[in-house]
């Protein structure tokens, strides 16, 4: 049976009582969660389904999964909340009709939210796990207010990144809620049998807990896929009928791995000196990083061109690098691609599920969730990793002068990639009772 707010400990009010009071004090000292909500509050409180999402990111991974909730409760007003503000045109791109708000975890924005949407369902979206593990903030406060508006409580795709917590609200958080944090959950999927164990130790319901994999490997599927339902249709038509080698590399975040990608393509533009580079960078919203990327192009005499400056047009012929600086395009410019890359850490499945070739980096964090993704992948030699620019733009020309070598690998990887599906199935199963 689902838990419900009659079911939350004495003990567990106290010491709500106890860090309310205390982040009342913090307040008062210039606390960095406060003051922070963005929310529209509709006409009249709105039965809700709370989704969490922190980036584009996790709204992928868990895509096909709360697109089935939505079909099974189609009644409840869909709020996507994050900590990051700069994600709301790309979550209102997928979902229009859906409420975002944007909070970095205070007691007094999951009152407000609960207020005006209450909760019928909260999903988590893969992290964190306990407070303050990820990189990202998901506070026991919202998990409080779902269960004292009688919400069900769903963890999916759960990974931990052993992060330890940045500030002294956040030490103390942790140390009073973890146990509390995962007691509340009525259902935890978990990625992996590791990930099983390490909750269960940190006092986590064992009739609650299992094993279903990791949704992403359902959410590479792009069967359905049009440029006419992209944000960007007539300049990614434009590339999928060029005959422009395109390589697209995603999700390149330290500026080593830049020059890299950078110096790559400058090699390999002396045998293909027509093809087009779209580079998505990490972090597009920091001006500084900006700064950057246009001082590496312009030392290499690279022209390029910032998605955001640009209109839904075609790329103009002598651009030879489209800086992808926008949020929530990335998937769709994989689909133009002829090779892609992707940086270090990231989501190789997205490509991948355009049957594009994919290259990769060496120097991944095993306590990422896309390790174990990677790591099984390069087992069935579906990637090709580099570590410098010359192993990267030879990794490339092979692959668009030797074509067929490439379709030898995608038997293996398409076996691999088959096996690993289900989690969807295996998720639903598990709340299917409480769906109602």
Request: net charge neutral; proline share 8%; hydrophobic share 40%.
């Amino acid at each position: 049976m689902p838990f419900n707010a009659s079911q939350i400990r004495p003990i567990t009010r106290i010491k709500w009582g106890l860090f309310r009071f205390l982040e009342r004090l913090s307040d008062l000292r210039g606390n960095s969660t406060a003051g922070h909500l963005e929310l529209k509050p509709p006409e009249q409180p709105l039965q809700s389904l709370w989704v969490f999402v922190s980036t584009i990111g996790e709204l992928n991974a868990i895509d096909p999964l709360l697109h089935e909730i939505i079909t099974r409760l189609p009644q409840l007003k869909l709020v996507l909340i994050t900590d990051h503000p700069h994600y709301r045109d790309s979550y209102l791109a997928r979902y229009p009709a859906a409420e975002v708000c944007v909070t970095r975890g205070h007691g007094t924005d999951a009152a407000t939210l609960a207020k005006h949407y209450p909760p019928k369902l909260l999903v988590v979206a893969e992290i964190p796990c306990w407070p303050t593990d990820a990189p990202c903030r998901f506070s026991f406060a919202f998990l409080l207010e779902a269960k004292q508006a009688g919400a069900t409580t769903w963890l999916v795709n759960s990974w931990l990144y052993h992060y330890q917590p940045p500030s002294r609200m956040d030490v103390i958080e942790r140390k009073l809620f973890q146990r509390d944090f995962l007691r509340a959950f009525d259902a935890i999927g978990v990625q992996t049998k590791e990930t099983l164990q390490q909750l269960l130790a940190a006092g986590a319901d064992p009739k609650r807990v299992h094993v279903t994999g990791n949704i992403k490997f359902d959410a590479m599927h792009r069967n359905d896929w049009s440029p006419a339902n992209a944000r960007s249709p007539a300049m990614l038509s434009a590339l999928i009928a060029s005959v422009r080698p395109v390589i697209v590399t995603g999700c390149i975040t330290n500026y080593a791995e830049q020059e890299m990608v950078l110096d790559a393509f400058v090699t390999m533009r002396e045998h293909h000196p027509d093809a087009l580079l779209i580079l998505a960078p990490r972090h597009p919203e920091v001006v500084e990083r900006m700064q950057m990327l246009r001082k590496f192009l312009e030392q290499r005499k690279l022209p390029a061109v910032f998605k955001s400056t640009l209109t839904d047009v075609p790329i103009p012929g002598p651009i030879a690098c489209l800086v992808l600086d926008t949020m929530g395009e990335l998937r769709d410019f994989y689909a133009a691609a002829t090779v892609t890359h992707v940086g270090v850490d990231h989501n190789v499945l997205e490509p991948l599920g355009f049957g594009k070739p994919v290259t990769v980096g060496q120097g991944w964090n095993t306590t990422y969730p896309s390790y174990p993704v990677y790591r099984a992948l390069m087992n069935s030699a579906a990637l090709l990793e580099a570590n410098d620019a010359g192993r990267l733009s030879a990794h490339w020309l092979q692959l668009l002068d030797q074509p067929d070598r490439y379709q030898e690998r995608m038997i293996a990887t398409t076996k691999t990639l088959n096996d690993l599906r289900g989690a969807v199935a295996r998720h639903l199963a598990q709340l299917e009772p409480m769906l109602t």
